[in-house]
Every structure is written in C-alpha cells, then in structure tokens.
Nanobody, 122 residues
Framework: QVQLVESGGGLVQTGGSLRLSCAAS????????MGWFRQAPGKQRELVAR?????????NYGNSVKGRFTISRDNAKNMVYLQMNSLTPEDTAVYYC??????????????WGQGTPVTVSS
C-alpha cells in the first residue's frame, strides 16, 4: 500500500559527498516521520537520521554522523533527502529509507525501501 524508492547511492572517495533521496508513494493519508538507516556487512542496522514530517520537522541523528549528515524533507512530494558530507570508509553500508505512514484506510504502517548501497573508498 505504501512504497519507498531510494536513489543516489554509489561509490565515492573518502572525504567526498553523496545525496540520497527517498520518495514515498501509494495509499498515503499522511506520513509521521521518515528516516534513514544503514547496515554494514556483519553489523546490525542502525539509525542514521530521522525527521518528523508532521509538526515541527524535528530531527535526530546517529552519533557517528552528527555534524556530517543532514536530513531534510519535501512534504509536498513525500520525499526525504540525506546529504552526506566528509564520508569515510566507515560509512560504507546499504542505506535504507524508512517511513511511518498512515494509509487512506487508516492503517499505521512502518515501511522500508529496498536499500541503496554506499561505498566509500580509502
């Protein structure tokens, strides 16, 4: 009922930047929050950044990305972006978009995208 499609991943050198995008579509009444998680090989999935879509647009970030990554939103387009600067090899992972959405039949869903790989070379 709700789909998330990520784009923008790829290969970048240490110190470089990438911008990820995520578009939500489907039977959406509203979206409460959207965010990015990542999972590196052999590690658990972790929060990168999250932003509230409703109300004040407050954000929270994982400790390892604070000051380097910025999450933003476009409510009209049901999109969220992740600007990643000063990338290091430790940022290499598959990045997943996540959303908490309310559907048109009033179901609350947590939805995940298919993931986009980010590789930072040293």
């Amino acid at each position: 009922q709700v789909q998330l499609v990520e784009s923008g991943g790829g290969l970048v050198q240490t110190g470089g930047s990438l911008r990820l995008s995520c578009a939500a579509s489907g039977s959406i009444l509203s979206i409460n929050a959207m965010g990015w998680f990542r999972q590196a090989p052999g590690k658990q999935r972790e929060l990168v950044a999250r932003i509230r879509i409703t109300n004040d647009g407050s954000t929270n970030y994982g400790n390892s990305v604070k000051g380097r990554f910025t999450i933003s939103r476009d409510n009209a387009k049901n999109m969220v972006y992740l600007q990643m600067n000063s990338l290091t090899p430790e940022d290499t992972a598959v990045y997943y978009c996540n959303a908490i959405a309310i559907t048109t039949n009033l179901r609350v869903l947590e939805v995940w995208g298919q993931g986009t790989p980010v590789t930072v070379s040293s």
